[in-house]
């Protein structure tokens, strides 16, 4: 007999971890889970020396954050541990993240710490502990498939789906986690929380990368990687100088606000050329590509990812988290994957990542997706881009 996870066995002979943040999302987990029967075990990472963001709204797993998960283990009488993964979170997250930020790319470091820190690492230590499975509160759901595999989809309530953040999670992975939440709203889970009376119930989500205490992730870049903040040119779509920068650090593509520059028509930041240091702006059409480079492309479709690509895979993509997927095209190309944007996309920038769906919109079941390591416009969204004139922009 399976149980409410899918599990075979009684809930009571069944061990859980749940990672729990410290958030209202991972502890109504713990708690449905414990008022299930299930034998559940919370754990709580500590991931960074967390003294200047102990008491910052919006920042997520800081001193206060401990000191909430424990409250609730001990609310709902569960064991709880804290681990100390303060080491390996500074090598895989905040060193990636400055590496990428001072190469010109955009990282999003919430991937990087769920597929290297939370179904990696204490993905493991869940294993060893004996657990059947590891349950988080992501807005992300799994479903069982005909052959025994399990497959991710979006979340039920599309306003929280965290499917974005997740799209690198592997089938053997899969097979192992569990998401309670997936299939209930913000405002079911908060409701539930009052009813297992938790303090964190109206407890504010966190917004701010956890490991950027004042919110400006541009003083951990300085530190960890003090080129990324020496000044440079900017130059317009010709490579014509109109102005200068204090550190590629300071912009991402699509931005529009903070140039420095008086012009005749709106200015966006196109490019961030880390080699240089040079910032390339251009009018907004200027942003719209259509073709993008992948590296390390994961699948957690159906079969091997060169059967289903086979001559051009029809799929839909999600380049911003805040963006809905979108018709594409998947190809093989040169030893990688590309994808072709239908109706092309504005602001598309490296080190960001590239979720594949099945569907543009529902629970759509995820594909995998890639990291973008390179974007262009071709043919006519080259041609469009280029039809303002250059020369109105300069003003």
Same mark, same amino acid.
Request: include cysteine; charge should be negative.
């Given at each position: 007999?399976?149980n ?7 809930p009571?002979?069944? /061990? $859980? ?15 449905l ?23 910052? +709204? ?45 190469s010109?790319?955009t ?10 820190i ?5 993905? /493991? ?46 089938? @053997? !992975? ?11 709203? /913000? ?9 297992? %009376? ?8 966190? !917004? ?48 529009? /606000?903070?140039? #420095? ?9 196109? +490019? ?6 040079? $910032?390339?702006v ?9 073709h ?22 029809? $799929? ?17 190309a040169?030893? %990688? ?8 996309? @504005? ?5 960001q ?15 995998? #997706?890639?990291? $973008? ?9 080259? +041609? ?12």
């Amino acid at each position: 007999m399976r149980n409410s996870l899918d599990i075979e066995g009684r809930p009571q002979d069944t /061990k $859980i971890v749940v990672a729990m943040s410290g958030g209202v999302d991972s502890s109504v987990t713990a708690a449905l889970l414990k008022s299930e029967g299930y034998d559940v075990i919370g754990i709580t990472l500590q991931l960074y020396d967390h003294g200047a963001a102990t008491h910052r +709204k919006g920042a997520c797993c800081a001193g206060q954050d401990i000191h909430d998960a424990r409250n609730v283990a001990e609310r709902i009488g569960i064991p709880h541990y804290v681990l100390d993964y303060e080491s390996r979170f500074r090598e895989s997250v905040i060193d990636n993240f400055a590496d990428s930020y001072a190469s010109g790319e955009t990282p999003v470091p919430c991937i990087e710490c769920n597929r290297s820190i939370k179904f990696r690492d204490l993905l /493991k230590t869940a294993r060893e502990l004996g657990a059947s499975t590891l349950a988080t509160g992501h807005y992300v759901a799994s479903r069982r498939m005909p052959d025994g595999s399990r497959a991710l989809v979006c979340a039920a309530d599309a306003d929280r789906d965290q499917s974005y953040f997740l799209f690198a999670t592997t089938r @053997e !992975q899969l097979d192992y986690l569990r998401f309670p939440l997936g299939d209930m709203t /913000k405002a079911q889970t908060r409701e539930l929380a009052r009813r297992f %009376g938790l303090d964190v119930a109206d407890k504010q989500d966190s !917004q701010d990368i956890c490991f950027v205490p004042t919110g400006r992730y541009t003083d951990v870049i300085g530190q960890l990687r003090p080129d990324a903040i020496d000044p440079g040119d900017i130059v317009d779509l010709d490579g014509h100088v109109i102005g200068r920068h204090r550190g590629i650090v300071h912009f991402t593509v699509g931005q529009r /606000k903070g140039l #420095g520059i008086a012009a005749s028509a709106p200015l966006y930041v196109v +490019k961030l050329d880390a080699a240089s240091r040079r $910032i390339v702006v251009g009018p907004r059409e200027a942003l719209r590509m259509d073709h993008i480079v992948l590296r390390d492309v994961n699948w957690i479709g159906d079969g091997p990812l060169d059967r289903a690509v086979g001559n051009g895979l029809e $799929i839909f993509v999600r380049v911003r988290s805040t963006r809905a997927p979108q018709p594409a095209w998947l190809r093989a190309a040169e030893g %990688g994957y590309e994808v072709e944007l239908v109706a092309g996309e @504005e602001g598309v920038s490296p080190g960001q990542a590239c979720a594949f769906y099945d569907a543009p919109s529902g629970q759509a079941r995820v594909l995998g #997706g890639g990291f $973008i390591q390179s974007a262009t416009a071709s043919g006519a969204t080259a +041609k469009a881009a280029m039809q303002p004139l250059i020369e109105a922009v300069r003003g």
